[in-house]
């Protein structure tokens, strides 16, 4: 096995965004069965900041946060920059892209039995990058990881374990002590809790949270849950047939949507501990369209309740939509939003 000469991923200099996503596009295939997943996405993760991607199934997502590492299979053709830490991602020779893939950025996924190698003991698996950056001897790299596995909640004895002897909130620990390995800056998180039930759920974000914040590392997390990433993150964007159609604080965004999708996304989400509206959630009918046959005009404009004539005809780039917001809506008006004590639509008027 080479030895990884650029091993050390620099702190970003002040006022730098550790992670700046700009105009990328990913398309699966070519030509007649092209599948355009993401297009034009522009994203700012700032080093110890937590940003969520929400947005339903098929949107783009996944596609987003592979791209991210250089992860997607090679049928993807990828345009655009992703800078981490000011470097490109897309533009990275091959040991760099390497190094960087563990100690600058690592991902956790959902479904964390697909990711472990069943017949191989954790605490080896979590060894290995450690290995593979030459970060250590194979004695150091077992301990650390015991050190990690207790970090993430669990006995170092569980190092000796077989994925298959872990329950799955377990093994999604496991997945976020690998994560952590190679003490990267940014952990990109994708739907790290899909597959748990509730409870769990809950415990690995806050584990998640706990993490990032105390070592100060940048999150994007992503879910369907928009309830679930106001909580956890500080800012949220949403996603939808490939784009970002609103971006903002994560609580704002949550609470007075201004994008129509932001909205019903929402509202199918209700906020945590908001009872009485996790009582009566309202759904959104249909479903997100197929990237290879999008409708005309705003994508979203078949679906949307809000939508007037041009929307079949003109889509929208986002435009301003209050202090730090941006929506990508013709109804947006941004001299009219969020003045100092609430807005028109926000005030209450009970
Ligand atoms: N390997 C692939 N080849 C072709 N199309 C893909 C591939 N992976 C995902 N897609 C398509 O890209 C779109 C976005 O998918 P994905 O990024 O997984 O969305 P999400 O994570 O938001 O559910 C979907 O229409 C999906 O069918
Ligand atoms: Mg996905």
């Known amino acids: ?179 952590l390995a190679c003490d990267p800056r940014l952990i990109i998180a994708d739907e790290p809790t899909t597959a748990l039930d509730v409870m769990i759920q809950a415990q690995i974000l806050r584990l998640i949270e706990r993490l990032v914040s105390d070592q100060d590392l940048g999150l994007i997390m992503i879910s369907h849950d928009l309830a679930v990433l106001s909580d956890t993150c500080d800012r949220l964007a949403v996603m939808y047939a490939g784009r970002v159609v609103e971006e903002g604080p994560a609580e704002q965004v949550h609470e007075s949507a201004r994008h129509p999708y932001a909205g019903a996304l929402s509202a199918a989400f209700p906020r945590v501990g908001d009872l009485a509206s996790r009582h009566a959630p309202r759904g959104l009918p249909g479903d997100p369209p197929d990237p290879s046959a999008l409708p005309s005009g705003c994508t979203f404009h078949p679906r949307c309740t809000a939508a007037l004539e041009s929307c079949a005809e003109e889509d929208q780039e986002l435009r301003p939509a209050g202090p730090s917001r941006r929506a990508a809506c013709v109804l947006v008006e941004p001299e009219a939003t969020v003045t100092p004590g609430g807005t028109a639509e926000t005030r209450s008027t009970s």
Request: net charge positive; proline share 4%; charged share 20%.
């Open 1 to 179: 096995m080479t030895a990884v000469k650029t091993e050390s991923v620099e702190r970003p200099e002040a006022g730098q965004p550790l992670l700046e996503v700009r105009d990328l596009h990913v398309t699966y295939g070519s030509g007649a069965f092209a599948v355009p997943a993401v297009r034009g996405v522009d994203l700012r993760v700032e080093a110890g900041r937590k940003l969520g991607i929400a947005g339903e199934s098929g949107c783009g997502k996944s596609t987003l946060a592979l791209a991210l590492l250089r992860l997607l299979p090679a049928s993807a053709t990828l345009s655009g920059e992703i800078l981490l830490d000011g470097e490109d991602v897309l533009t990275m020779k091959w040991g760099r892209l390497r190094a960087v893939r563990w100690a600058g950025a690592s991902i956790v996924f959902q479904g964390a039995m697909h990711s472990l190698n069943a017949v191989h003991r954790i605490g080896d698996q979590i060894a290995e990058p450690i290995l593979l950056h030459g970060r250590g001897t194979p004695a150091a790299a077992r301990s650390r990881a015991g050190g990690l596995l207790e970090q993430v909640g669990l006995p170092a004895t569980r190092a000796d374990a077989y994925p298959h002897e872990l329950s799955g909130g377990q093994r999604q620990r496991v997945m976020i002590a690998m994560a």
